[in-house]
Each structure stands twice: as structure tokens, then as C-alpha cells.
């Protein structure tokens, strides 16, 4: 079981930057993936990033590449999302999920999901 507690988000101006951290419970965090997904209002939840356990793959969606970075401290049991050059279109809730093994960009492979945290963007 893990449980997954986040903090960051909050209100930021157009070119900003944010960080989120996404912080796990239990033992061996390093055997689960981690992954970021959003949802804006009125829309479907999307894939974010992707971190694998050992750190050695990253993943990013074609409209965050390059602006956003996502990393792990395994020692910390925590994740984060680096957040730069944030645009009005990047707001909405930011979820961290986890899952034992997995790689991919679907939220079905993810068992387990923080509470989410709010980004605003104004422009």
C-alpha cells in the first residue's frame, strides 16, 4: 500500500515557474513508478510525465517537453514536478500517481493517486 501526499501548485503569472512534490508512504518507493496527470476543467485527465523507479526513463507530453522536468529522491521517498515557462493552458488539478512496474501515459496503469493540487495560471 502506499499513500501519496501532495504539496506545491497555487497561483503563478504566464512564464513562471512552480514545483510540486509528491510524497510517498510506505517502504520500497523506489519499486514504483511515478507519474503526473492534469485535468483542466471541463476536460479529460492528461498525461503529464513519467519517472520510472531506478530514474533511468522519462517521459514527457509533446506540449510540456522541454518546460517541465520530473524528478525523484528515492532516499526522500518523494517525486516532483518541475514546473517552467508555465502557460494560461497549464492550469488545472495536478495529480502524482504510482504503480509497481509500469511504464505508459494511461492512468489505468497507475494504482495509486495523490489528493491533487490546483495550478493557476493568469496572463
Known amino acids: 500500500q502506499v499513500q501519496l501526499v501532495q504539496s506545491g501548485g497555487g497561483l503563478v503569472q504566464a512564464g513562471g515557474s512552480l514545483r510540486l512534490s509528491c510524497a510517498a508512504s510506505?517502504?520500497?518507493?523506489?519499486?514504483?513508478?511515478i507519474a503526473w496527470f492534469r485535468q483542466a476543467p471541463g476536460k479529460q485527465r492528461e498525461f503529464v510525465s513519467y519517472?520510472?523507479?531506478?530514474?533511468?526513463?522519462?517521459i514527457y507530453a509533446d506540449s510540456v517537453k522541454g518546460r517541465f522536468t520530473i524528478s525523484r529522491d528515492n532516499a526522500k521517498n518523494t517525486a516532483y514536478l518541475q514546473m517552467n515557462s508555465l502557460k494560461p493552458e497549464d492550469a488545472g488539478v495536478y495529480y502524482c500517481?504510482?504503480?509497481?512496474?509500469?511504464?505508459?501515459?494511461?492512468?489505468?496503469?497507475?494504482?495509486?493517486w495523490g489528493q491533487g493540487t490546483q495550478v493557476a495560471v493568469s496572463s
Open positions: 510506505g517502504r520500497s518507493f523506489n519499486n514504483y513508478a
Open positions: 519517472i520510472s523507479g531506478n530514474e533511468a526513463s522519462t
Open positions: 500517481a504510482a504503480g509497481s512496474g509500469v511504464m505508459g501515459r494511461i492512468s489505468g496503469l497507475y494504482n495509486y
